[in-house]
């Protein structure tokens, strides 16, 4: 017997045990901007400290010289202004385009469509992202610089365009670890919710999220230290131009595997933390949210 939801036309039937989104016909766009927002806040300003290492491990003069273990929250401002609206904008997009695309829960087609939608939300999230991890990581690597004055050193020397450094390499980090952690993360749930005999609670839904985040961090964790070597790249270098197969190389070439796969161990950590956190946060937000929403007269 496979596993339904209650609704045929159930939008987000990833959301957990006693949430309200299986009784919508249309997506609660508004809470998933706020849950989306709020998970995301909740998230870096925690785990900064883990991202901070990882950076630092990442970097091209070594970790002792990008700061060690000093100034672990340098650059927390830029990831606190840019946390809300960046989580946000990829859970409406996400949320938006599995609505658009909606199929029958027990469609083969249901992981594709997660996977669309995925990519979808981090190319409209990058937008937002990219901006705020340039300063963010240059900050991690100069923790005796000021954020603002990195953000307006940045803007001085590079104009707009050096604020977005790194966008392709980010977009072609995020998509194939959203290809990885949601579907992973959607399909968990469904087999847990069909043991069961009824859909997640907000925990479990956030314990297959830790999985999934944990997994595809490891396996993107490459491209994760090729985006991190542009951003960091002098201005007019050969890997401040973005090519992410030059930068890789480079890597390769001085580091070999380990360099390749540097910072893996922290970056997991964060993130199957970040997925427990940030997917648990975002589902017991939403479903409060339209429990309150379907509650008003």
Same mark, same amino acid.
């Given at each position: 017997m496979g596993w339904r939801p209650a609704e045929p036309r159930l939008i987000a039937w990833t959301d957990c045990r &006693?949430?309200?989104?299986? +009784?919508?016909?249309?997506p609660g766009f508004t809470a998933s901007l706020v849950a989306g927002g709020v998970a995301g806040v909740a998230v870096d300003l925690i785990l900064f400290p883990l991202d901070t290492i990882k950076t630092r491990l990442q970097s091209p003069q070594g970790f002792n010289k990008a700061g060690g273990f000093h100034g672990i929250y340098? &650059?927390?401002? =830029?990831?606190?202004?840019?946390?809300?609206?960046?989580?946000?904008a990829?859970?409406?997009?996400y949320e938006y385009v599995k609505w658009f695309l909606h199929t029958?829960?027990? $469609?083969?087609?249901?992981? /594709?469509?997660?996977?669309?939608? +995925? =990519?979808?939300?981090? /190319?409209?999230?990058?937008?937002?992202r990219v901006p705020s991890e340039v300063v963010k990581q240059r900050a991690q690597v100069s923790a005796s610089s000021r954020t603002f004055h990195i953000f307006s050193n940045i803007l001085y020397t590079e104009g707009v365009q050096g604020l977005y450094?790194?966008?392709? $390499?980010? /977009?072609?980090?995020?998509?194939?670890?959203?290809? *990885? %952690?949601?579907?992973l993360w959607e399909s968990l749930k469904a087999l847990w919710s069909w043991r069961q005999?009824?859909? *997640?609670?907000?925990?479990?839904?956030? *314990?297959?999220?830790?999985? +999934? &985040?944990?997994?595809?961090?490891?396996?993107?964790?490459?491209?994760?230290?090729?985006?991190?070597?542009?951003?960091?790249?002098?201005?007019? =270098?050969?890997?401040? $131009?973005?090519?992410?197969? $030059?930068?890789?190389?480079?890597?390769?070439?001085?580091?070999?595997?380990?360099?390749?796969?540097?910072?893996?161990?922290?970056?997991?950590?964060?993130?199957?933390?970040?997925?427990?956190?940030?997917?648990?946060?975002?589902? %017991?937000?939403?479903?409060?949210?339209?429990? /309150?929403g379907r509650e008003r007269p």
């Open positions: &006693g949430g309200v989104c299986g +009784a919508m016909d249309r340098a &650059g927390v401002p =830029s990831a606190a202004i840019g946390s809300f609206p960046n989580a946000a990829f859970f409406i997009t029958d829960s027990s $469609s083969y087609l249901m992981p /594709v469509k997660h996977m669309l939608a +995925a =990519s979808a939300g981090e /190319v409209v999230a990058c937008l937002i450094r790194g966008y392709k $390499s980010t /977009v072609l980090r995020e998509i194939p670890f959203s290809l *990885v %952690q949601f579907p005999d009824h859909v *997640v609670d907000c925990w479990q839904s956030a *314990v297959c999220g830790a999985f +999934a &985040g944990g997994f595809a961090a490891a396996v993107t964790t490459p491209l994760d230290v090729a985006k991190t070597r542009i951003m960091l790249a002098k201005a007019g =270098s050969s890997t401040a $131009s973005g090519n992410v197969l $030059s930068a890789l190389h480079g890597v390769w070439r001085t580091h070999g595997l380990s360099g390749l796969f540097a910072g893996v161990f922290p970056r997991m950590a964060a993130i199957s933390l970040g997925g427990f956190i940030f997917l648990g946060a975002y589902e %017991q937000t939403r479903s409060l949210l339209l429990e /309150v």
